[in-house]
């Protein structure tokens, strides 16, 4: 009866592995796809942003930010430069209130650093568009958690290497539900809910709830 029961867990585990893998190519192909035809249409927006940030400030007309991608490998994740050039030096001389902020949210309500062209650029979310780039490269997926920066983690607590066992994404449970709406705790308890619940259907559902949220503003700062 033991051994009867061993080879169904085996059979079991062997399934569950089989769909994993079935469900992460079908999920790279889907990402490759939609990336590459996304970047082709969307191209004549890409230059228009890119001369909009070039004469709205000084600087580069990208900006590339060390994040944690899967298996906590480190990635630098492309986006439309939002922010001024002496970003970390205004962000050195503010006040201690506002630095704690930053420390338990690693956001401001109101960020001074942010040019007027970057706040609607965020609202948008059209400044990351460049990410269709990382998901081609393989470094991110349509779909997935956030990109976070290495002292972010922290806030993951016990779920930190569960974070990790999947790439980040463009958009994400978290996206649909609330984003910047929702505390830090909120966000934790979305992304691992995704990452349990996992399908290439959901994946479709939040992609397509995205639209909206992205439309609405919903939870944009």
């Given at each position: 009866?033991?051994?009867?029961?061993?080879?169904?867990?085996?059979?079991?585990?062997?399934?569950?592995?089989?769909?994993?893998?079935?469900?992460?190519?079908?999920?790279?192909?889907?990402?490759?796809?939609?990336?590459?035809?996304?970047?082709?249409?969307?191209?004549?927006?890409?230059?228009?942003?890119?001369?909009?940030?070039?004469?709205?400030?000084?600087?580069?007309?990208?900006?590339?930010?060390?994040?944690?991608?899967?298996?906590?490998?480190?990635?630098?994740?492309?986006?439309?430069?939002?922010?001024?050039?002496?970003?970390?030096?205004?962000?050195?001389?503010?006040?201690?209130?506002?630095?704690?902020?930053?420390?338990?949210?690693?956001?401001?309500?109101?960020?001074?650093?942010?040019?007027?062209?970057?706040?609607?650029?965020?609202?948008?979310?059209?400044?990351?568009?460049?990410?269709?780039?990382?998901?081609?490269?393989?470094?991110?997926?349509?779909?997935?958690?956030?990109?976070?920066?290495?002292?972010?983690?922290?806030?993951?607590?016990?779920?930190?290497?569960?974070?990790?066992?999947?790439?980040?994404?463009?958009?994400g449970n978290w996206q649909v539900s609330g984003r910047s709406d929702t505390t830090y705790e909120e966000r934790v308890k979305f992304d691992m809910d995704y990452i349990d619940t996992r399908s290439f259907l959901r994946d479709i559902v939040i992609i397509l709830k995205t639209v909206g949220v992205v439309i609405k503003k919903v939870g944009a700062k």
């Amino acid at each position: 009866m033991d051994n009867l029961e061993s080879l169904k867990n085996v059979e079991i585990v062997k399934r569950s592995n089989e769909s994993k893998l079935i469900y992460r190519s079908i999920k790279r192909c889907f990402d490759v796809i939609s990336a590459s035809i996304a970047i082709v249409l969307l191209s004549p927006l890409f230059i228009v942003i890119a001369v909009l940030v070039k004469l709205d400030s000084d600087g580069n007309i990208f900006f590339a930010h060390e994040r944690l991608g899967e298996n906590g490998k480190k990635i630098k994740v492309y986006k439309f430069r939002t922010m001024l050039t002496n970003a970390q030096q205004i962000l050195n001389d503010m006040p201690v209130e506002m630095k704690r902020e930053f420390e338990e949210n690693f956001k401001f309500e109101n960020d001074p650093r942010v040019t007027k062209l970057g706040k609607f650029l965020r609202e948008s979310s059209l400044d990351e568009l460049p990410q269709l780039i990382n998901i081609i490269k393989g470094e991110m997926s349509v779909v997935g958690p956030r990109p976070i920066v290495a002292r972010e983690i922290i806030k993951y607590g016990r779920y930190m290497d569960k974070l990790l066992t999947i790439k980040p994404g463009l958009t994400g449970n978290w996206q649909v539900s609330g984003r910047s709406d929702t505390t830090y705790e909120e966000r934790v308890k979305f992304d691992m809910d995704y990452i349990d619940t996992r399908s290439f259907l959901r994946d479709i559902v939040i992609i397509l709830k995205t639209v909206g949220v992205v439309i609405k503003k919903v939870g944009a700062k």
